[in-house]
Protein backbone atom coordinates (compact mmCIF):
# COMPACT_ATOMS: atom_id res chain seq x y z
CA UNK A 1 0.00 0.00 0.00
CA UNK A 2 2.61 2.43 0.73
CA UNK A 3 4.65 1.97 -2.13
CA UNK A 4 1.56 2.38 -4.73
CA UNK A 5 1.39 5.80 -2.52
CA UNK A 6 4.68 6.66 -2.99
CA UNK A 7 5.12 5.74 -6.42
CA UNK A 8 1.18 8.26 -6.94
CA UNK A 9 2.59 10.84 -5.12
CA UNK A 10 6.23 11.08 -6.65
CA UNK A 11 4.93 11.32 -9.99
CA UNK A 12 2.21 13.71 -8.69
CA UNK A 13 5.18 15.81 -7.63
CA UNK A 14 7.74 15.11 -10.23
CA UNK A 15 5.02 16.98 -13.02
CA UNK A 16 4.21 19.85 -10.44
CA UNK A 17 4.61 22.95 -12.29
CA UNK A 18 5.35 24.96 -9.32
CA UNK A 19 8.69 22.95 -8.27
CA UNK A 20 9.90 23.08 -11.71
CA UNK A 21 9.01 26.04 -12.24
CA UNK A 22 10.77 27.43 -9.14
CA UNK A 23 13.77 25.11 -10.02
CA UNK A 24 14.12 26.97 -13.70
CA UNK A 25 13.96 30.36 -12.00
CA UNK A 26 16.61 29.71 -9.66
CA UNK A 27 18.75 28.56 -11.96
CA UNK A 28 17.64 31.29 -14.70
CA UNK A 29 18.02 34.28 -11.91
CA UNK A 30 21.22 32.43 -10.61
CA UNK A 31 23.06 32.59 -13.89
CA UNK A 32 21.96 36.24 -15.00
CA UNK A 33 23.01 37.52 -11.17
CA UNK A 34 26.58 35.98 -12.15
CA UNK A 35 27.08 37.01 -15.62
CA UNK A 36 29.50 39.63 -15.11
CA UNK A 37 32.05 37.98 -12.94
CA UNK A 38 34.51 35.20 -13.16
CA UNK A 39 33.55 32.03 -11.59
CA UNK A 40 34.68 31.70 -7.83
CA UNK A 41 34.50 27.97 -6.82
CA UNK A 42 34.52 29.31 -3.03
CA UNK A 43 31.54 31.93 -3.65
CA UNK A 44 29.13 30.88 -6.34
CA UNK A 45 28.47 27.33 -4.23
CA UNK A 46 26.96 29.88 -1.40
CA UNK A 47 24.78 32.06 -3.79
CA UNK A 48 23.29 29.43 -5.42
CA UNK A 49 22.79 27.77 -2.14
CA UNK A 50 21.14 30.81 -0.88
CA UNK A 51 18.97 31.81 -3.99
CA UNK A 52 17.49 27.87 -3.67
CA UNK A 53 15.72 28.82 -0.80
CA UNK A 54 12.97 29.88 -3.19
CA UNK A 55 12.69 26.47 -4.11
CA UNK A 56 12.66 25.35 -0.79
CA UNK A 57 9.97 27.74 -0.18
CA UNK A 58 7.66 26.07 -2.97
CA UNK A 59 8.62 22.69 -1.78
CA UNK A 60 7.32 23.53 1.53
CA UNK A 61 4.24 24.45 0.35
CA UNK A 62 3.25 21.98 -2.16
CA UNK A 63 4.19 19.45 0.40
CA UNK A 64 2.05 20.93 3.23
CA UNK A 65 -0.69 20.80 0.98
CA UNK A 66 -0.23 17.36 -0.46
CA UNK A 67 0.03 16.20 3.38
CA UNK A 68 -3.17 17.89 4.57
CA UNK A 69 -4.81 17.03 1.34
CA UNK A 70 -7.11 14.21 3.00
CA UNK A 71 -8.34 16.18 5.55
CA UNK A 72 -10.30 18.63 3.58
CA UNK A 73 -13.23 18.98 2.31
CA UNK A 74 -15.01 15.86 3.56
CA UNK A 75 -12.16 13.51 2.40
CA UNK A 76 -11.76 11.82 5.90
CA UNK A 77 -15.11 10.30 5.36
CA UNK A 78 -14.40 9.78 1.79
CA UNK A 79 -11.56 7.97 2.90
CA UNK A 80 -12.57 5.93 5.87
CA UNK A 81 -14.11 3.41 3.85
CA UNK A 82 -10.21 2.73 1.65
CA UNK A 83 -7.77 -0.29 3.71
CA UNK A 84 -4.93 2.78 3.16
CA UNK A 85 -4.93 4.79 6.75
CA UNK A 86 -3.71 8.19 6.91
CA UNK A 87 -0.47 7.19 8.41
CA UNK A 88 0.40 5.16 5.33
CA UNK A 89 -0.37 8.25 3.05
CA UNK A 90 2.04 10.53 5.20
CA UNK A 91 4.64 7.63 5.05
CA UNK A 92 4.03 7.55 1.61
CA UNK A 93 4.27 11.64 1.18
CA UNK A 94 7.30 11.65 3.67
CA UNK A 95 9.39 9.62 0.86
CA UNK A 96 8.30 10.77 -1.91
CA UNK A 97 8.52 14.62 -1.21
CA UNK A 98 12.29 14.92 0.40
CA UNK A 99 13.52 12.88 -3.08
CA UNK A 100 11.88 14.85 -5.63
CA UNK A 101 12.76 18.21 -3.75
CA UNK A 102 16.45 16.76 -3.27
CA UNK A 103 16.81 16.51 -6.88
CA UNK A 104 15.25 19.49 -7.68
CA UNK A 105 17.86 21.19 -6.12
CA UNK A 106 20.53 19.23 -7.51
CA UNK A 107 19.34 20.51 -10.48
CA UNK A 108 18.63 23.62 -9.56
CA UNK A 109 22.41 23.98 -7.73
CA UNK A 110 24.75 21.53 -10.16
CA UNK A 111 23.57 23.33 -13.38
CA UNK A 112 24.43 27.03 -11.85
CA UNK A 113 27.86 25.54 -11.38
CA UNK A 114 28.63 23.41 -14.47
CA UNK A 115 27.13 26.74 -16.33
CA UNK A 116 29.87 28.36 -14.20
CA UNK A 117 32.60 26.23 -14.62
CA UNK A 118 32.16 25.70 -18.29
CA UNK A 119 32.24 29.92 -19.07
CA UNK A 120 35.77 29.81 -16.32
CA UNK A 121 38.33 30.29 -15.71
CA UNK A 122 37.65 29.30 -12.72
CA UNK A 123 39.15 30.52 -9.17
CA UNK A 124 39.18 29.66 -5.79
CA UNK A 125 38.66 26.43 -3.47
CA UNK A 126 35.76 24.20 -3.49
CA UNK A 127 33.91 23.27 -0.42
CA UNK A 128 31.58 20.00 -1.67
CA UNK A 129 29.97 20.97 1.24
CA UNK A 130 28.03 23.39 -0.21
CA UNK A 131 26.08 22.87 -2.62
CA UNK A 132 24.77 19.67 -1.13
CA UNK A 133 23.53 21.56 1.78
CA UNK A 134 21.14 23.41 -0.89
CA UNK A 135 20.31 19.46 -1.54
CA UNK A 136 19.70 18.43 2.13
CA UNK A 137 17.97 22.35 2.67
CA UNK A 138 15.38 21.51 -0.25
CA UNK A 139 14.43 17.94 1.44
CA UNK A 140 14.17 19.80 5.35
CA UNK A 141 11.44 22.32 3.52
CA UNK A 142 9.91 18.93 2.05
CA UNK A 143 9.46 17.21 5.48
CA UNK A 144 9.16 20.36 6.95
CA UNK A 145 6.09 21.10 4.45
CA UNK A 146 4.47 17.66 5.63
CA UNK A 147 4.84 18.39 9.39
CA UNK A 148 2.92 21.31 8.84
CA UNK A 149 0.17 19.94 6.85
CA UNK A 150 -0.63 17.17 9.36
CA UNK A 151 -0.69 19.10 12.34
CA UNK A 152 -1.95 22.36 11.13
CA UNK A 153 -3.98 21.06 8.22
CA UNK A 154 -5.04 25.24 7.31
CA UNK A 155 -4.47 25.86 3.65
CA UNK A 156 -2.32 29.01 4.80
CA UNK A 157 -0.21 27.67 7.32
CA UNK A 158 2.35 25.89 4.77
CA UNK A 159 3.23 29.59 3.61
CA UNK A 160 2.98 31.33 7.00
CA UNK A 161 5.66 28.87 7.88
CA UNK A 162 7.44 29.59 4.60
CA UNK A 163 6.89 33.05 4.56
CA UNK A 164 8.73 33.33 8.20
CA UNK A 165 11.90 31.19 7.58
CA UNK A 166 12.54 33.28 4.30
CA UNK A 167 12.11 36.46 6.44
CA UNK A 168 14.67 35.19 8.98
CA UNK A 169 17.29 33.91 6.08
CA UNK A 170 16.79 37.08 4.22
CA UNK A 171 17.36 39.30 7.66
CA UNK A 172 20.35 38.00 8.02
CA UNK A 173 22.52 39.46 5.63
CA UNK A 174 25.35 39.34 8.10
CA UNK A 175 27.79 36.44 9.04
CA UNK A 176 26.44 36.23 12.82
CA UNK A 177 26.64 33.24 14.92
CA UNK A 178 22.79 33.03 15.03
CA UNK A 179 22.73 32.49 11.29
CA UNK A 180 24.07 28.62 11.21
CA UNK A 181 20.93 27.89 13.19
CA UNK A 182 18.56 28.67 9.68
CA UNK A 183 18.69 25.98 6.92
CA UNK A 184 20.43 28.42 4.94
CA UNK A 185 23.74 31.28 5.80
CA UNK A 186 23.62 33.04 2.37
CA UNK A 187 26.31 35.66 3.04
CA UNK A 188 30.03 34.82 2.11
CA UNK A 189 32.82 36.91 0.61
CA UNK A 190 35.55 35.73 -1.14
CA UNK A 191 38.24 36.17 1.51
CA UNK A 192 36.62 35.09 4.39
CA UNK A 193 37.28 32.34 6.85
CA UNK A 194 36.24 29.11 5.89
CA UNK A 195 32.25 27.86 7.09
CA UNK A 196 31.07 25.69 9.21
CA UNK A 197 30.25 23.65 6.09
CA UNK A 198 30.20 19.99 6.93
CA UNK A 199 28.80 20.49 10.67
CA UNK A 200 25.95 22.72 9.14
CA UNK A 201 25.26 20.04 6.81
CA UNK A 202 25.08 17.64 9.63
CA UNK A 203 22.60 19.65 11.03
CA UNK A 204 20.32 20.42 7.87
CA UNK A 205 19.93 17.11 7.41
CA UNK A 206 19.42 15.81 11.26
CA UNK A 207 16.24 18.83 11.35
CA UNK A 208 15.08 17.22 8.01
CA UNK A 209 15.09 13.83 9.58
CA UNK A 210 13.33 15.23 12.75
CA UNK A 211 10.54 16.99 10.77
CA UNK A 212 9.87 13.54 9.24
CA UNK A 213 9.51 12.10 12.57
CA UNK A 214 7.67 14.54 13.99
CA UNK A 215 4.80 14.01 11.25
CA UNK A 216 4.89 10.50 11.22
CA UNK A 217 4.15 11.00 14.92
CA UNK A 218 0.74 12.66 14.59
CA UNK A 219 -1.28 9.65 13.73
CA UNK A 220 -0.37 7.90 17.08
CA UNK A 221 2.38 7.31 19.24
CA UNK A 222 4.89 4.61 18.23
CA UNK A 223 8.47 3.81 19.53
CA UNK A 224 10.41 3.61 16.09
CA UNK A 225 9.68 7.48 14.97
CA UNK A 226 9.81 8.50 18.56
CA UNK A 227 12.98 7.10 18.83
CA UNK A 228 14.13 8.65 15.02
CA UNK A 229 12.66 11.95 16.54
CA UNK A 230 15.31 11.74 19.78
CA UNK A 231 17.91 10.70 17.59
CA UNK A 232 17.54 13.65 15.25
CA UNK A 233 17.07 16.13 18.00
CA UNK A 234 20.55 14.34 19.32
CA UNK A 235 22.81 15.32 16.37
CA UNK A 236 20.86 18.72 15.45
CA UNK A 237 21.54 20.75 18.58
CA UNK A 238 25.54 19.77 19.00
CA UNK A 239 25.90 20.18 15.62
CA UNK A 240 23.84 23.15 15.79
CA UNK A 241 25.69 24.34 18.38
CA UNK A 242 28.91 23.83 17.02
CA UNK A 243 28.25 25.64 13.99
CA UNK A 244 26.54 28.54 15.67
CA UNK A 245 30.35 28.66 18.10
CA UNK A 246 31.78 30.01 14.58
CA UNK A 247 33.26 32.92 15.47
CA UNK A 248 31.88 35.71 12.89
CA UNK A 249 34.27 37.58 10.61
CA UNK A 250 35.65 40.72 12.33
CA UNK A 251 34.46 43.76 10.95
CA UNK A 252 37.08 46.77 10.38
CA UNK A 253 37.60 48.90 13.20
CA UNK A 254 38.06 52.92 13.67
CA UNK A 255 40.90 53.82 13.49
CA UNK A 256 44.92 52.48 12.59
CA UNK A 257 44.89 48.42 11.70
CA UNK A 258 47.78 46.21 11.36
CA UNK A 259 48.27 42.88 10.66
CA UNK A 260 47.95 41.95 14.15
CA UNK A 261 44.02 42.49 13.75
CA UNK A 262 43.73 40.46 10.04
CA UNK A 263 42.02 36.80 11.55
CA UNK A 264 44.03 34.04 12.34
CA UNK A 265 41.72 31.89 10.45
CA UNK A 266 42.81 33.71 7.17
CA UNK A 267 46.47 35.17 7.78
CA UNK A 268 48.73 32.26 6.95
CA UNK A 269 46.81 31.79 3.88
CA UNK A 270 47.16 35.70 2.67
CA UNK A 271 50.07 36.44 4.64
CA UNK A 272 52.07 33.61 4.56
CA UNK A 273 55.18 32.45 2.92
CA UNK A 274 53.52 30.53 0.41
CA UNK A 275 50.54 32.72 -0.46
CA UNK A 276 51.45 33.52 -3.82
CA UNK A 277 52.52 32.03 -6.98
CA UNK A 278 54.03 34.18 -9.51
CA UNK A 279 55.10 34.12 -12.92
CA UNK A 280 56.46 37.03 -15.44
CA UNK A 281 54.39 37.60 -18.26
CA UNK A 282 55.76 40.08 -21.25
CA UNK A 283 58.13 42.04 -18.92
CA UNK A 284 55.46 42.19 -15.76
CA UNK A 285 55.15 39.95 -12.73
CA UNK A 286 51.90 38.80 -11.57
CA UNK A 287 51.48 37.29 -8.29
CA UNK A 288 47.76 35.69 -7.11
CA UNK A 289 46.71 33.84 -4.15
CA UNK A 290 46.28 29.82 -4.33
CA UNK A 291 43.63 28.84 -6.41
CA UNK A 292 43.87 32.17 -8.47
CA UNK A 293 46.39 31.69 -11.16
CA UNK A 294 44.11 31.29 -13.61
CA UNK A 295 42.63 35.04 -13.62
CA UNK A 296 46.37 36.32 -14.32
CA UNK A 297 45.37 36.18 -18.05
CA UNK A 298 42.81 38.43 -17.44
CA UNK A 299 44.75 41.00 -15.18
CA UNK A 300 46.73 40.60 -18.58
CA UNK A 301 44.42 41.92 -20.39
CA UNK A 302 43.54 45.24 -18.30
CA UNK A 303 47.55 45.71 -17.48
CA UNK A 304 49.28 45.09 -20.28
CA UNK A 305 47.27 47.86 -22.74
CA UNK A 306 48.08 51.11 -20.59
CA UNK A 307 51.58 49.53 -20.01
CA UNK A 308 52.29 48.84 -23.56
CA UNK A 309 51.19 52.93 -24.03
CA UNK A 310 53.90 53.96 -21.73
CA UNK A 311 57.67 55.16 -22.77
CA UNK A 312 60.34 52.44 -22.93
CA UNK A 313 61.98 53.50 -19.78
CA UNK A 314 58.75 53.55 -17.80
CA UNK A 315 57.19 50.24 -19.88
CA UNK A 316 60.62 48.07 -18.20
CA UNK A 317 59.54 49.11 -14.44
CA UNK A 318 56.28 48.90 -14.34
CA UNK A 319 55.39 47.60 -10.89
CA UNK A 320 54.03 44.20 -9.68
CA UNK A 321 50.45 43.11 -10.26
CA UNK A 322 49.95 41.62 -6.71
CA UNK A 323 46.61 40.10 -5.81
CA UNK A 324 45.04 41.95 -2.11
CA UNK A 325 42.32 40.78 0.05
CA UNK A 326 39.83 43.55 0.16
CA UNK A 327 38.63 42.30 3.91
CA UNK A 328 41.94 42.05 5.29
CA UNK A 329 44.38 45.00 3.32
CA UNK A 330 45.10 46.47 6.20
CA UNK A 331 47.36 43.57 7.06
CA UNK A 332 49.59 44.48 3.15
CA UNK A 333 52.26 46.18 2.90
CA UNK A 334 50.54 49.25 1.20
CA UNK A 335 53.37 51.66 1.75
CA UNK A 336 55.05 49.93 -1.66
CA UNK A 337 53.22 50.76 -4.77
CA UNK A 338 51.58 48.13 -6.56
CA UNK A 339 48.76 47.09 -8.61
CA UNK A 340 46.09 45.29 -6.59
CA UNK A 341 44.07 42.91 -8.64
CA UNK A 342 40.32 42.31 -6.26
CA UNK A 343 39.73 38.74 -4.93
CA UNK A 344 36.50 38.45 -7.24
CA UNK A 345 36.97 39.53 -11.15
CA UNK A 346 34.60 40.28 -14.53
CA UNK A 347 33.14 43.90 -13.65
CA UNK A 348 34.38 45.87 -15.92
CA UNK A 349 35.27 48.76 -13.28
CA UNK A 350 37.94 46.21 -12.05
CA UNK A 351 39.22 45.87 -15.70
CA UNK A 352 39.65 50.40 -15.58
CA UNK A 353 40.96 49.95 -11.94
CA UNK A 354 43.88 48.37 -13.31
CA UNK A 355 44.35 50.19 -15.91
CA UNK A 356 44.03 53.03 -13.59
CA UNK A 357 46.59 52.15 -11.03
CA UNK A 358 48.97 51.47 -14.21
CA UNK A 359 48.27 55.29 -15.85
CA UNK A 360 48.95 57.00 -12.15
CA UNK A 361 51.92 55.12 -11.05
CA UNK A 362 53.81 56.54 -14.64
CA UNK A 363 51.95 60.41 -14.51
CA UNK A 364 52.37 60.95 -10.86
CA UNK A 365 48.83 61.86 -10.72
CA UNK A 366 47.52 59.65 -6.90
CA UNK A 367 45.13 61.83 -5.65
CA UNK A 368 44.67 63.41 -2.40
CA UNK A 369 45.67 61.62 0.85
CA UNK A 370 42.39 61.13 2.31
CA UNK A 371 38.40 61.47 0.42
CA UNK A 372 37.79 64.66 2.83
CA UNK A 373 40.56 65.90 1.55
CA UNK A 374 40.65 65.08 -2.69
CA UNK A 375 42.54 67.44 -4.95
CA UNK A 376 41.99 69.07 -8.50
CA UNK A 377 43.37 67.77 -11.29
CA UNK A 378 40.98 69.79 -13.70
CA UNK A 379 43.23 71.97 -16.01
CA UNK A 380 46.41 69.78 -15.65
CA UNK A 381 48.16 68.17 -18.98
CA UNK A 382 48.42 64.89 -16.81
CA UNK A 383 45.18 64.50 -16.14
CA UNK A 384 44.35 64.13 -20.07
CA UNK A 385 47.17 62.05 -20.16
CA UNK A 386 46.15 59.40 -17.59
CA UNK A 387 42.65 59.01 -19.15
CA UNK A 388 44.72 58.37 -21.98
CA UNK A 389 46.34 55.70 -20.69
CA UNK A 390 43.14 54.40 -18.67
CA UNK A 391 41.47 54.64 -22.51
CA UNK A 392 43.48 51.84 -24.11
CA UNK A 393 41.53 49.60 -22.06
CA UNK A 394 38.35 51.79 -20.68
CA UNK A 395 36.34 54.47 -22.03
CA UNK A 396 37.41 57.61 -20.37
CA UNK A 397 34.97 59.42 -17.80
CA UNK A 398 34.19 61.80 -15.36
CA UNK A 399 35.31 60.53 -11.69
CA UNK A 400 32.69 58.08 -9.49
CA UNK A 401 32.87 55.67 -7.15
CA UNK A 402 34.22 52.01 -9.28
CA UNK A 403 32.99 48.68 -8.33
CA UNK A 404 36.46 47.01 -6.54
CA UNK A 405 34.77 43.62 -5.12
CA UNK A 406 31.81 42.33 -3.36
CA UNK A 407 30.39 45.17 -1.27
CA UNK A 408 33.26 47.54 -1.88
CA UNK A 409 33.84 49.91 -4.06
CA UNK A 410 36.59 52.57 -4.87
CA UNK A 411 36.67 56.06 -5.18
CA UNK A 412 40.05 57.74 -7.24
CA UNK A 413 40.64 60.89 -4.94
CA UNK A 414 40.88 63.74 -7.53
CA UNK A 415 38.66 65.58 -9.47
CA UNK A 416 38.41 66.41 -13.09
CA UNK A 417 35.80 67.92 -15.84
CA UNK A 418 34.01 66.93 -18.96
CA UNK A 419 36.90 69.18 -20.60
CA UNK A 420 39.44 66.33 -19.43
CA UNK A 421 37.18 63.44 -20.34
CA UNK A 422 36.77 65.06 -23.97
CA UNK A 423 40.26 65.86 -24.43
CA UNK A 424 41.03 62.51 -23.32
CA UNK A 425 38.89 60.85 -26.45
CA UNK A 426 40.07 63.22 -28.42
CA UNK A 427 43.72 62.40 -27.89
CA UNK A 428 42.35 58.35 -28.73
CA UNK A 429 41.84 59.58 -31.83
CA UNK A 430 44.88 60.71 -32.76
CA UNK A 431 47.04 58.83 -35.23
CA UNK A 432 50.45 59.61 -34.01
CA UNK A 433 49.50 60.39 -30.19
CA UNK A 434 51.84 57.58 -29.00
CA UNK A 435 54.87 59.40 -30.25
CA UNK A 436 53.72 62.75 -29.18
CA UNK A 437 53.52 61.46 -25.95
CA UNK A 438 56.73 59.96 -25.82
CA UNK A 439 58.36 62.57 -27.32
CA UNK A 440 57.05 65.12 -24.44
CA UNK A 441 56.33 62.98 -21.64
CA UNK A 442 58.46 64.90 -18.73
CA UNK A 443 56.68 68.04 -19.73
CA UNK A 444 52.96 66.15 -20.45
CA UNK A 445 53.57 64.65 -16.82
CA UNK A 446 55.02 67.59 -15.19
CA UNK A 447 52.04 68.88 -12.82
CA UNK A 448 52.62 72.73 -13.63
CA UNK A 449 52.03 71.87 -17.12
CA UNK A 450 48.51 73.33 -17.90
CA UNK A 451 46.18 71.74 -20.69
CA UNK A 452 46.56 74.68 -23.35
CA UNK A 453 50.56 74.42 -23.06
CA UNK A 454 50.07 71.33 -23.87
CA UNK A 455 47.82 70.85 -26.79
CA UNK A 456 49.60 72.37 -29.07
CA UNK A 457 52.46 69.06 -28.18
CA UNK A 458 49.59 67.27 -28.24
CA UNK A 459 48.28 68.14 -31.95
CA UNK A 460 44.90 69.28 -30.75
CA UNK A 461 42.74 72.42 -31.01
CA UNK A 462 41.61 74.11 -27.91
CA UNK A 463 37.58 73.28 -27.49
CA UNK A 464 37.34 74.17 -23.68
CA UNK A 465 38.42 76.62 -21.52
CA UNK A 466 40.15 74.68 -18.53
CA UNK A 467 42.09 75.83 -15.66
CA UNK A 468 43.62 74.28 -12.42
CA UNK A 469 41.21 73.83 -9.27
CA UNK A 470 41.36 75.78 -5.79
CA UNK A 471 43.22 72.74 -4.75
CA UNK A 472 45.60 71.22 -7.52
CA UNK A 473 47.12 67.56 -7.48
CA UNK A 474 51.10 67.87 -6.34
Not at 7 to 25: D, K, N, S, Y
Not at 51 to 61: F, K, M, Q, R
Not at 421 to 443: E, G, I, Q
Amino acid sequence: MTWVLFLFEARRLARHPLVWGATALVLALQTYLGHDSRPHLGVDPVHATGLSTCLGAVVLIVASLAASRDGRHGMPESLSALPGRAEHRTRAILLATPLVAGLAAAVAVGGYLAIRVLSGPVAGRLDMWEPLTAVAAAMLAATLGVAVGRWARWLVAGPMVAAVLGYLIYMNPHHGSAGWLLPVMQVHEADWPDRPSAIHLLYVLALAAGCAALAALRHRARLVPALALVAALAVAVPAGAVAASEPPTPRPKPGLQTMEDVDPRVRERYFGPDAYRCERRQGITYCAYQGYEPWIPLWEQAVLPAANALPATLRARVPRVQQLSTTWMHGADLDTFMIRPPMTWGHPDQRAILAREVAVWATGLRGGPAPSRMCDAGGQARTVVTLWIIGQVSPPELPREHHLDVNHGQLFLARWGSAEVDYAKRLLAVPDARKRLHAHWATLTNPATTIDQALPLLGLPRTHDTSPGANPCP
